[in-house]
């Protein structure tokens, strides 16, 4: 597979942050801040952004890095909306929609890295232009505009029941 200890290491922590994103979505309907899923998407998203800005297949600064810098932005600015703007409802739409949008961003490596090593001597595509590794991120987009629409509705309903409660 030839990866470096620091490749290793960003593996392992990307693969506990997408489990804790898959885990969240599932249990809350978004990535959510407040619980330990998100807390440890949040942090290790941030690990393995970082990790990834050391990690270079083809030499130099690269799209990667790039993309990891607008990631490690993204869930920054999150968590700042959802800790600073703790009341304002406005803000869990953007707050929901950047750290959707930070873990779609993270699955175009992943999905790459995967598919072109897994399994290992026999990856299921040859390179980034195969169609696996575009079919697989139509889907994996697709997924990404039906939750964000879900979030929405949900977010809806929750800010209706808030203001209500506060009419009382």
Same mark, same amino acid.
């Given at each position: 597979?030839?990866?470096?200890?620091?490749?290793?290491?960003?593996?392992?922590? $990307?693969?506990?942050?997408?489990?804790?994103?898959?885990?969240? %979505?599932?249990?809350?309907? +978004?990535?959510?801040? #407040?619980?330990?899923?998100?807390?440890?998407?949040?942090?290790?998203? &941030?690990? @393995?952004?970082?990790?990834?800005?050391?990690? !270079?297949? =083809?030499?130099? %600064?690269?799209? $990667? =890095?790039?993309?990891?810098? &607008?990631?490690?932005?993204?869930? @920054?600015?999150? %968590?700042?909306?959802? @800790? +600073?703007?703790?009341?304002?409802? #406005?803000?869990?739409?953007?707050?929901?929609?950047?750290?959707?949008?930070? %873990?779609?961003? !993270?699955?175009?490596?992943?999905?790459?890295?995967?598919? @072109?090593?897994?399994?290992?001597?026999?990856?299921?595509? +040859?390179?980034?232009?195969?169609?696996?590794?575009? #079919?697989?991120?139509?889907?994996?987009?697709?997924?990404?505009i039906a939750g964000s629409v879900y979030q929405i509705i949900k977010q809806r309903k &929750?800010?209706?029941?808030?203001?209500?409660?506060?009419?009382?």
């Amino acid at each position: 597979m030839g990866l470096s200890n620091l490749g290793i290491f960003h593996t392992i922590i $990307g693969v506990v942050a997408i489990l804790s994103a898959l885990i969240s %979505f599932i249990r809350y309907g +978004k990535i959510n801040l #407040k619980h330990i899923t998100g807390k440890l998407y949040f942090y290790f998203t &941030i690990i @393995t952004s970082l990790t990834a800005l050391g990690i !270079s297949k =083809h030499g130099g %600064f690269n799209a $990667g =890095h790039v993309l990891s810098l &607008i990631i490690l932005i993204l869930v @920054t600015a999150a %968590f700042f909306l959802h @800790t +600073k703007k703790e009341g304002n409802n #406005k803000a869990r739409y953007f707050e929901n929609f950047l750290m959707a949008f930070s %873990f779609l961003l !993270s699955m175009l490596p992943t999905v790459n890295e995967t598919l @072109t090593r897994v399994p290992i001597g026999h990856p299921l595509a +040859k390179d980034i232009n195969d169609p696996l590794i575009g #079919k697989t991120l139509l889907i994996i987009f697709i997924l990404f505009i039906a939750g964000s629409v879900y979030q929405i509705i949900k977010q809806r309903k &929750i800010n209706k029941l808030e203001t209500n409660s506060v009419e009382f």
